[in-house]
Every structure is written in structure tokens, then in C-alpha cells.
């Protein structure tokens, strides 16, 4: 046993109680400093993030015109508020989730909880609250279940990177998707509630104030309006046709109308995806296109463009999922798109197949391995259409050319090329494959089997299908023309002398070539052109703005198009759409057409391609 010094004394019961005592302390004032560590870490997580996104939401919204954020968001705490200004609680309907699919780049701390809530709605959003919300007047960003700090024995919660209202003015580039002209300042709205504009930031809105514009809607050049030095009538009519209005002062002088940049093209998709532009609209987008990056070519709601690696433009034409009623079957697919076109669809031109004698399946003597007749065999054509309808049920739209077909080469078609017995590649080698660009000269004198066997061969190895338009994807396209409101239903329907190249229209021209002798020599556009009424003249692809809507160009006169339709005529079995320079607006509106034999092929028909 171990025997105790003498004098040697232990720890006392007081001194191990002050030990104990001041190690607890030292181990709640480390645990209380790592958790204020933590908050902190937080805190500046969160205010990391609401700078990325600000950084990010400021590039997408210049360059797109809006800002990326489509679901609305309404469960804002009592807490939440106090942070808002005066807009942003006068506005409180105007939040919205930041969508951060939309923006590239980003990495962050907070809002994980998108992935529960993107491609949703509000009554979804709702329930969650580690999502980052964005007001769309004020461009404020929040993330709403907000950050905890203690602070001096208290705890406050942090919702954005500042506590007290942030009432900054923003240089608001777009207002509802209407670009800002470049020098002038966004300064509210006139009593009749139209975007007001000012070279002065903040200036107060005044009545017929010569240096405030305020923006007017329009589908049309002002007739006999002054241009000022530097415009033109042909960008002025682009202008309108993109945004669909134009800003004009207040003593009714001067007009500013928006500069359209076409320039701008994302990659090439390397596979086939979905599209969502600003508004939230979709659209399928092939493997192998571009989508055009321009406010006026990128929503679908004014014309979606795309173009292939070879620079060929093609339009979206959406159809409203909720018109086929859950059809699956293809005969039931047609038959409720027939019902969605309706009254305008005229039963004595229907979607069937014909052969090189005009007989249909069923007929006596009919030839069902003929394709002299569309262009196509019995199979093939029930294969095509089957292949459309399908499409159009999965995909909720299909593509058109944004042009009429052209030709790819410098020397124009002319009755010497027209023959209907001609081969397929002899045509390809006097004029190419049909081509959908600009300033091209049209792919006319063919017949309509010579035109179908030509658009076949572009989906050559691809991931879509080509044809000739099938006629209820034409009167698909008069349809959204007509529900956008973009054109009346008498524009569409009876007289389209107002948007077409028709023998008696007149207007001006300032590109591309025009034929005074149907089409065998063409006189170059050198500054302008104008076109006189009760003439018949021939344009080159997309030669001005006022033929165009949508972005569509020349879907009414000019040149009208073959289509997989057949004629209960039995001299003329074949269908042509939209109308031509030789005659009027109201004989052939955009939605109406002729019969023609198998064996026609003229100065007047060309064609226009689909793609789906």
C-alpha cells in the first residue's frame, strides 16, 4: 500500500468546483461563438447567393427582355414584408419563383427546393420555402424562409443582403417584354395605363410632351407618317410586326420604333429537346437547329424561328394540347383537329391519297404503288400522315419554312424547266434541294408529286420528316393567326390584300428582286421599289416586311403552295393554298386555294415546306 507524505495535501472540494465551474464557461462560450460561427456562415451563404442571382437575373433580363421567372409565388409571411418597399407591397401578386433552369452558371447555397417546384404551379410553390422569389417590378430577389442570426441575445431573421426597403429606381430595359430605346428611361404609365418613356429619368408624365413617347399598339406602318433621318419604312413595318407596336410622342410627330437584332443564335442542340421561352410556352426543338436568341424570334407567341446548321429558318405553330381531348388513335387525333379548325375547313378538300390518274383508295383501278399522283404510294402516304398526327399529339405543334421553297442556285426556274415527266435529280441538279431562307428565287414549275419527292429528300438521315404541308396543318397555321389576333378572321378568311403580294395590293419593296414578266428576268431592288396595284409581279423569298406575320413570310399571295390535299375535282385532283401575284386579295384570302391537274406546274405554285 502506498504510504502518504507527510504534509502532502489534495485538490480541495471548493477549488475542483471553480475548475469545473469556469471549464463550463469556456465550453458554452465555444459552443456559443461556433454556433454564431455557423449563422454567420449562413448569412453570407445567402447573401452570396442573392449577388449571383442579381448578376445572373441582369444578363438573362438584357437579353432577353423579361426576367426568368414564370410561377407565381403568394405565401409571404408577415416577416417577409417588413423587408419589401412601397412597390413591392402595393404589388405583392407580382413575386414570382426565380425559374434557375433558365440561367447558366449558377451555384448556390439556398433554394434547393426548386427541383420540387419547377414545371408546377403557385398552389405547389406555395408549400415550400427554401426557394429564392423575385418581384418583377422592382427585380428585388428574396429567399423566403430567410436566414437566422443571433445578435446580441436576440434573433433576427435575414430574408435578402439588406434589412432595411431597398427603394433604388431600376433603369428598366423591357416593361412587359417592350424594349427601353436606348437613351430614354421608363417613367410609368398614362391614365390610359401605356408604357411612357422619357430621355429625362424620372420625369413626370405630362400630357403632349414632345420629348415623351408613349407606346402605341399596332400591326401596321402609320399611314403617310413622317420618318425622321436614319428610318426606313421596310425596318419601321419590322418593327411593328415583331412587337407589334411602336412609341409615339406626345404632339404626334416623332415615332421610335425597336431595332431587331436577328443575329443572335443559341448552339446547335446536339440532341432532340424541349424549348420553354420567356412566357413559359414550349416548343420541341430538333437535334441539329438553333434557336434564335431574338425578343422577336424567340417566344412562340410571335413566331418561334429556328434554322439548321445550313442556316435554313423554319417557324413553331403551337397546337393547345387541350383540343384532343385525350385522342391517341390517328383518325382520332384529325378528327379533333378538324373540330378545332372548324367552319374555316371546307370539305371538298380532304387529307387523302391519290394516284397518277386521280382515283383514291377504294376507287376501281386505282394504283395504290402509284406516286405519280402526290408524289407518294398509298403506304407512304398513310405512313406521312400518320407519322404528322403522332407529332403533332406529342410534340403540341409542328415546324413550317419560314419561307416559301426556294432554290439553291442563281438561276431562276422558268417554263423551259417545267415538265411533269422530268426526273427527280435532274430537277435537284438544275436548282438544288428546296431551300427556306431569304432573297431566294421560288422553287416554282413543278408539279405537286415532283414537289413532295423534292422535300423528301431533306430528312435524309435525320431525326425528323419533311413534306409538303398536309391541309389541316395549313389551316393549323391560319387557326393561330387568327386566335393570336394577329390578323382578323376577314384578313385571314376573305380579303388578305393587306399582308400579300397580289396583283391588286400595292406597297413598297427595298431587298431582294422582283419579276414584272412571271419570273423569267428579275430586276434587282436597288434602294426601292414600289410595287403598283393591278400589276402582277413576282417576288424573290421574303422581299418585305408587310408580306409577313409571325415571322411567316409570304403565307398569303406571292406564290401559292402545293399541299398533300386531294381535290374532289376529277380533272384537277391536286390542292394548291394561299393564293399568287396574278390575282386579288379577296378571289384568294390565305386560307383559301385552287385545284390543279397532276400534270401543272407554272410560274405561279411553288411550295412551302413542313417538319415534324
Given at each position: 500500500?502506498?504510504?502518504?507524505?507527510?504534509?502532502?495535501?489534495?485538490?480541495?472540494?471548493?477549488?475542483?468546483?471553480?475548475?469545473?465551474v469556469?471549464?463550463?464557461?469556456?465550453?458554452?462560450?465555444?459552443?456559443?461563438?461556433?454556433?454564431?460561427?455557423?449563422?454567420?456562415?449562413?448569412?453570407?451563404?445567402?447573401?452570396?447567393?442573392?449577388?449571383?442571382?442579381?448578376?445572373k437575373?441582369?444578363?438573362?433580363?438584357n437579353?432577353?427582355?423579361?426576367?426568368?421567372?414564370?410561377?407565381?409565388?403568394?405565401?409571404?409571411?408577415?416577416?417577409?414584408?417588413?423587408v419589401?418597399?412601397?412597390?413591392?407591397?402595393?404589388?405583392?401578386?407580382?413575386?414570382?419563383?426565380?425559374?434557375?433552369?433558365?440561367?447558366?452558371?449558377?451555384?448556390?447555397?439556398?433554394?434547393?427546393?426548386?427541383?420540387?417546384?419547377?414545371?408546377?404551379?403557385?398552389?405547389?410553390?406555395?408549400?415550400?420555402?427554401d426557394?429564392?422569389?423575385?418581384?418583377?417590378?422592382t427585380?428585388?430577389?428574396?429567399?423566403?424562409?430567410?436566414?437566422?442570426?443571433?445578435?446580441?441575445?436576440?434573433t433576427?431573421?435575414?430574408?435578402?443582403?439588406?434589412?432595411?426597403?431597398d427603394?433604388?429606381?431600376?433603369?428598366?430595359?423591357?416593361?412587359?417584354?417592350?424594349?427601353?430605346?436606348?437613351g430614354?428611361y421608363?417613367?410609368?404609365?398614362?391614365?390610359?395605363?401605356?408604357?411612357?418613356?422619357?430621355?429625362t429619368?424620372?420625369?413626370?408624365?405630362?400630357?403632349?410632351?414632345?420629348?415623351?413617347?408613349?407606346?402605341?399598339?399596332?400591326?401596321?406602318?402609320?399611314?403617310g407618317?413622317?420618318?425622321?433621318?436614319?428610318?426606313?419604312?421596310?425596318?419601321?413595318?419590322?418593327?411593328?410586326?415583331?412587337?407589334?407596336?411602336?412609341?409615339?410622342?406626345?404632339?404626334?410627330?416623332?415615332a421610335?420604333y425597336?431595332?431587331?437584332?436577328?443575329?443572335?443564335?443559341?448552339?446547335l442542340?446536339?440532341?432532340?429537346?424541349?424549348?420553354?421561352?420567356?412566357?413559359?410556352?414550349?416548343?420541341?426543338?430538333?437535334?441539329?437547329?438553333?434557336?434564335?436568341?431574338?425578343?422577336?424570334?424567340?417566344?412562340?407567341?410571335?413566331?418561334?424561328?429556328?434554322?439548321?446548321e445550313?442556316?435554313?429558318?423554319?417557324?413553331?405553330?403551337p397546337?393547345?394540347?387541350?383540343?384532343?381531348?385525350?385522342?391517341?388513335?390517328?383518325?382520332?387525333?384529325?378528327?379533333?383537329?378538324?373540330?378545332?379548325?372548324?367552319?374555316?375547313?371546307?370539305e371538298?378538300?380532304?387529307?387523302?391519297?391519290?394516284?397518277?390518274?386521280?382515283k383514291?383508295?377504294?376507287?376501281?383501278?386505282?394504283?395504290?404503288?402509284?406516286?405519280?399522283?402526290?408524289?407518294?404510294?398509298?403506304?407512304?402516304?398513310?405512313?406521312?400522315?400518320?407519322?404528322?398526327?403522332?407529332?403533332?399529339?406529342?410534340?403540341?405543334?409542328?415546324?413550317i419554312?419560314?419561307?416559301?421553297?426556294?432554290?439553291?442556285?442563281?438561276?431562276?426556274?422558268?417554263?423551259?424547266?417545267?415538265?411533269?415527266?422530268?426526273?427527280?435529280?435532274?430537277?435537284?441538279?438544275?436548282?438544288?434541294?428546296?431551300?427556306?431562307?431569304?432573297?431566294?428565287?421560288?422553287?416554282?414549275?413543278t408539279?405537286c408529286?415532283?414537289?413532295?419527292?423534292?422535300?423528301?429528300?431533306?430528312?435524309?438521315?435525320?431525326?425528323?420528316?419533311?413534306?409538303?404541308?398536309?391541309?389541316?396543318q395549313?389551316?393549323?397555321?391560319?387557326?393561330?393567326?387568327?386566335?393570336?389576333?394577329?390578323?382578323?378572321?376577314?384578313?385571314?378568311?376573305?380579303?388578305?390584300?393587306?399582308?400579300?403580294?397580289?396583283?391588286?395590293?400595292?406597297?413598297?419593296?427595298?431587298?431582294?428582286?422582283?419579276?414584272?414578266?412571271?419570273?423569267?428576268?428579275?430586276?434587282?431592288?436597288?434602294?426601292?421599289?414600289i410595287?403598283?396595284?393591278?400589276?402582277?409581279?413576282?417576288l424573290?423569298?421574303?422581299?418585305?416586311?408587310?408580306?409577313?406575320?409571325?415571322?411567316?413570310?409570304?403565307?398569303?399571295?406571292?406564290?401559292?403552295?402545293?399541299?398533300?390535299e386531294?381535290?374532289?375535282?376529277?380533272?384537277?385532283?391536286?390542292?394548291?393554298?394561299?393564293?399568287?401575284?396574278?390575282?386579288?386579295?379577296s378571289?384568294?384570302?390565305?386560307?383559301?386555294?385552287?385545284?390543279?391537274?397532276?400534270?401543272?406546274?407554272?410560274s405561279?405554285?411553288?411550295?412551302?415546306?413542313?417538319?415534324?
Amino acid at each position: 500500500m502506498k504510504k502518504t507524505k507527510k504534509g502532502e495535501k489534495g485538490i480541495s472540494l471548493i477549488s475542483l468546483t471553480i475548475t469545473i465551474v469556469i471549464l463550463v464557461l469556456i465550453t458554452n462560450m465555444l459552443v456559443y461563438n461556433a454556433k454564431d460561427s455557423v449563422h454567420i456562415k449562413n448569412l453570407n451563404g445567402m447573401k452570396n447567393d442573392i449577388e449571383n442571382l442579381r448578376d445572373k437575373v441582369s444578363e438573362f433580363y438584357n437579353e432577353y427582355g423579361n426576367i426568368p421567372a414564370n410561377i407565381q409565388y403568394t405565401n409571404l409571411s408577415t416577416e417577409l414584408q417588413q423587408v419589401f418597399n412601397e412597390k413591392e407591397k402595393k404589388n405583392l401578386n407580382q413575386f414570382y419563383v426565380v425559374d434557375l433552369q433558365a440561367m447558366q452558371g449558377l451555384t448556390l447555397n439556398y433554394g434547393n427546393e426548386y427541383e420540387k417546384v419547377k414545371d408546377t404551379n403557385t398552389e405547389n410553390a406555395n408549400r415550400y420555402t427554401d426557394l429564392y422569389i423575385i418581384n418583377k417590378i422592382t427585380h428585388n430577389i428574396f429567399l423566403v424562409k430567410g436566414i437566422k442570426v443571433k445578435e446580441n441575445n436576440e434573433t433576427k431573421t435575414y430574408y435578402t443582403d439588406y434589412t432595411t426597403p431597398d427603394n433604388n429606381t431600376i433603369n428598366f430595359r423591357y416593361v412587359d417584354g417592350i424594349k427601353i430605346p436606348d437613351g430614354y428611361y421608363y417613367i410609368g404609365e398614362n391614365d390610359e395605363q401605356k408604357i411612357v418613356i422619357s430621355q429625362t429619368q424620372d420625369d413626370t408624365i405630362k400630357p403632349n410632351q414632345e420629348n415623351q413617347y408613349v407606346w402605341e399598339i399596332a400591326d401596321k406602318v402609320p399611314e403617310g407618317f413622317p420618318l425622321q433621318s436614319g428610318q426606313t419604312e421596310e425596318e419601321f413595318a419590322k418593327s411593328i410586326e415583331s412587337y407589334h407596336g411602336y412609341y409615339i410622342n406626345g404632339t404626334k410627330t416623332k415615332a421610335i420604333y425597336l431595332p431587331n437584332d436577328e443575329t443572335k443564335w443559341s448552339k446547335l442542340y446536339t440532341k432532340n429537346a424541349g424549348y420553354t421561352d420567356l412566357n413559359g410556352d414550349t416548343a420541341y426543338i430538333p437535334k441539329g437547329f438553333q434557336v434564335s436568341l431574338s425578343p422577336s424570334m424567340g417566344t412562340i407567341n410571335r413566331g418561334l424561328v429556328i434554322r439548321d446548321e445550313n442556316q435554313n429558318e423554319y417557324v413553331w405553330i403551337p397546337v393547345p394540347e387541350s383540343i384532343l381531348n385525350g385522342a391517341q388513335e390517328t383518325k382520332d387525333i384529325e378528327t379533333e383537329l378538324r373540330k378545332y379548325v372548324g367552319e374555316h375547313e371546307n370539305e371538298d378538300y380532304v387529307d387523302i391519297w391519290y394516284d397518277g390518274t386521280g382515283k383514291t383508295e377504294g376507287q376501281e383501278g386505282v394504283n395504290v404503288n402509284d406516286s405519280t399522283g402526290c408524289g407518294l404510294t398509298l403506304q407512304e402516304y398513310k405512313d406521312l400522315k400518320d407519322t404528322m398526327l403522332l407529332s403533332i399529339k406529342e410534340h403540341h405543334g409542328f415546324y413550317i419554312g419560314r419561307y416559301e421553297a426556294g432554290i439553291d442556285g442563281e438561276t431562276p426556274r422558268t417554263e423551259v424547266s417545267s415538265s411533269s415527266t422530268k426526273p427527280l435529280q435532274d430537277i435537284i441538279n438544275e436548282s438544288g434541294l428546296p431551300i427556306s431562307k431569304q432573297d431566294k428565287y421560288t422553287y416554282n414549275y413543278t408539279t405537286c408529286s415532283q414537289a413532295q419527292k423534292l422535300v423528301s429528300e431533306l430528312d435524309e438521315g435525320k431525326d425528323y420528316t419533311t413534306s409538303l404541308m398536309f391541309g389541316i396543318q395549313w389551316n393549323l397555321v391560319c387557326k393561330w393567326l387568327e386566335e393570336n389576333k394577329v390578323k382578323t378572321i376577314e384578313e385571314i378568311y376573305t380579303d388578305s390584300s393587306s399582308w400579300g403580294n397580289y396583283s391588286n395590293a400595292t406597297f413598297n419593296i427595298n431587298r431582294g428582286k422582283y419579276s414584272t414578266n412571271k419570273g423569267n428576268t428579275y430586276t434587282e431592288v436597288q434602294e426601292n421599289y414600289i410595287k403598283p396595284s393591278s400589276t402582277m409581279i413576282l417576288l424573290t423569298t421574303g422581299a418585305t416586311q408587310r408580306n409577313s406575320t409571325m415571322n411567316i413570310h409570304d403565307l398569303a399571295g406571292n406564290q401559292t403552295e402545293w399541299t398533300l390535299e386531294y381535290s374532289k375535282n376529277d380533272k384537277s385532283p391536286c390542292r394548291n393554298r394561299g393564293g399568287f401575284f396574278a390575282g386579288t386579295g379577296s378571289e384568294a384570302p390565305a386560307n383559301s386555294g385552287g385545284t390543279i391537274s397532276m400534270t401543272g406546274s407554272f410560274s405561279g405554285i411553288a411550295f412551302r415546306v413542313a417538319m415534324y
